[in-house]
Nanobody, 116 residues
Framework: QVQLVESGGGLVQPGGSLRLSCAAS????????MGWYRQAPGSQRELVAR???????NYADSVKGRFTISRVSAKNTVYLQMNSLKPEDTAIYYC??????????WGQGTQVTVSS
C-alpha cells in the first residue's frame, strides 16, 4: 500500500513562508502525477499545485507566483514552497499521488494557519 507522509505545516504570519514535504513510500516516478490540495473549513478540497511525471506543472490561479511545487527523486519527496502567505491560504494541505485513472492516494494532511 502506498503511503504519503506530509510535514512542514504550522502557524505563520501573513507574508511569511512555509515549505511542505510529501514523502512517498515508493519511487515518485511510478505515479502519473503528484500534487497538493487544500481544504479550508466549510469549503471543498481544491487543487493547489501539481507536477506530472514528465515535469509539467499547473497551479491554482490564487497561488501562481507565490507557491512552487518541486521534487527530489532520490528522496521520493515532493515539496510545496509557499511564499507571501495570506490568511486565505489557511487550510489543511493534502498530498495526492495519481497512479492510474482509477487509482490515487492521499496523505493524512498537514495544517497551515496564516494569522497575525
Amino acid at each position: 500500500q502506498v503511503q504519503l507522509v506530509e510535514s512542514g505545516g504550522g502557524l505563520v504570519q501573513p507574508g511569511g513562508s512555509l515549505r511542505l514535504s510529501c514523502a512517498a513510500s515508493e519511487n515518485i516516478f511510478s505515479f502519473y502525477a503528484m500534487g497538493w490540495y487544500r481544504q479550508a473549513p466549510g469549503s471543498q478540497r481544491e487543487l493547489v499545485a501539481r507536477i506530472t511525471r514528465g515535469g509539467s506543472l499547473n497551479y491554482a490561479d490564487s497561488v501562481k507566483g507565490r507557491f512552487t511545487i518541486s521534487r527530489v527523486s532520490a528522496k521520493n519527496t515532493v515539496y510545496l514552497q509557499m511564499n507571501s502567505l495570506k490568511p486565505e491560504d489557511t487550510a489543511i494541505y493534502y498530498c495526492n499521488a495519481i497512479k492510474s485513472p482509477t487509482t490515487d492516494y492521499w496523505g493524512q494532511g498537514t495544517q497551515v494557519t496564516v494569522s497575525s
